[in-house]
Antibody, heavy 123, light 111 residues
């Protein structure tokens, strides 16, 4: 089955570090970019950044540049989203999704989504 | 404030037709970048509904259709069904931000 499997829900304290994951299966992982999308409680979708798992080329939304780090390990088909010091405002659902590598520049759509990782940051 | 503008909510009776607008600017939809639509059922992840303005992925009912003109796009749902109650998001590419932009989402309520 073609799917993106995300790591489980997390409850963390402010200032703690965290790395969440997104594993692709059932397709060629390096043929698709992996994007991370934030959804704060009751709010809409926000693009955070995107990575090419084949060469780790990464682009960040200006809103998230410097706030998170996106990485990937193509040997195990996993992409990561990490924080070095969490804040309460990072509490949200985080989705990973994929975008075809072969898509022409400017054609950005996401045809497969993970179920999301719920992050709660509270003291 | 989302880069793409959608109405917060639309509603309709079962069987009716509803439309959701998505308005952008010259740095995204107006440049010619495609518009895509996602459906997010309550408590679920988003799902691709329409890609490249008018195309439906396999498995998406033909009750859903998309269009684009100028700096705007629309999603139409004909023959509205109770199972269509969800949030709908439009999305495009923005050349200024050099990445994806989303609309704020529209909640569809079936009366």
């Amino acid at each position: 089955e073609v799917q993106l499997v995300q790591s489980g829900a997390e409850v963390k304290k402010p200032g703690e570090a965290l790395k969440i994951s997104c594993q692709g299966s059932g397709y060629s992982f390096t043929n698709y970019w992996i994007v991370w999308v934030r959804q704060m409680p009751g709010k809409g979708l926000e693009w955070m950044g995107i990575i090419n798992p084949g060469d780790s080329n990464t682009k960040y939304s200006p809103s998230f540049q410097g706030q998170v780090t996106i990485s990937a390990d193509k040997s195990i088909n996993i992409a990561y989203l990490q924080w070095s010091g969490l804040k309460a405002s990072d509490s949200a659902m985080y989705y990973c999704a994929r975008r075809a590598i072969a898509a022409r520049p400017g054609l950005w759509f996401f045809d497969l989504w993970g179920r999301g990782t719920l992050l709660t940051v509270s003291s | 404030q989302s880069v793409l503008t959608q109405p917060p909510s639309v509603s309709g009776a079962p069987g009716q037709r509803v439309t959701i607008s998505c308005t952008g600017s010259r740095s995204n939809i107006g440049t010619g970048y495609d518009v895509h639509w996602y459906q997010q059922l309550p408590g679920a992840a988003p799902k691709l509904l329409i890609y490249s303005n008018t195309n439906r992925p396999s498995g998406v009912p033909d009750r859903f259709s998309g269009s684009k003109s100028g700096t705007s796009a629309s999603l139409a749902i004909t023959g509205l069904q109770a199972e269509d109650e969800a949030d709908y998001y439009c999305q495009s590419y923005d050349s200024s931000l050099r990445g994806a932009v989303f609309g704020g989402g529209t909640k569809v309520t079936v009366l």
